[in-house]
């Protein structure tokens, strides 16, 4: 099927930055689109940044633009640039890929990257 590996995950300090790769490997479908959720302790997984197959983009509100999500020309690897990060982005970060397998819409995800915003 599809496997979704995700990357660059780690300890920072508040105000720095991360970048976050997802990389896609396996049975080519269509696709609808690509993006991150994310889960932080004691909450439950919250979206945060899709590219569509149209490069269109959006962002969940609370990120406050600070987050850019970008892909290879491929769809092969699927980024989200994270500057000013807060100690509110701490959670584990993961990639989906939204594919068209004959009339449905099937999601596909990866096993998550941690992200600490920390002094």
């Known amino acids: 099927q599809v496997q979704l590996v995700e990357s660059g995950g780690g300890l920072v300090q508040p105000g720095g930055s991360l970048r976050l790769s997802c990389a896609a490997s396996?049975?080519?479908?269509?696709?609808?689109?690509m993006g991150w959720y994310r889960q932080a302790p004691r909450s439950q997984r919250e979206w945060v940044a899709s590219?569509?197959?149209?490069?269109?983009?959006h962002y969940a509100d609370s990120l406050e633009g600070r987050f850019t999500i970008s892909r290879d020309n491929a769809w092969n690897t699927v980024y989200l640039q994270m500057n000013g990060l807060k100690p509110e982005d701490t959670a584990v970060y993961y990639c989906?890929?939204?594919?068209?397998?004959?009339?449905?819409?099937?999601?596909?995800w990866g096993q998550g990257t941690q992200v600490t915003v920390s002094s």
């Open positions: 396996g049975r080519t479908f269509s696709i609808y689109a």
């Open positions: 989906y890929k939204r594919v068209i397998q004959g009339t449905e819409e099937v999601d596909y």
């Open positions: 590219i569509s197959s149209a490069d269109t983009t």
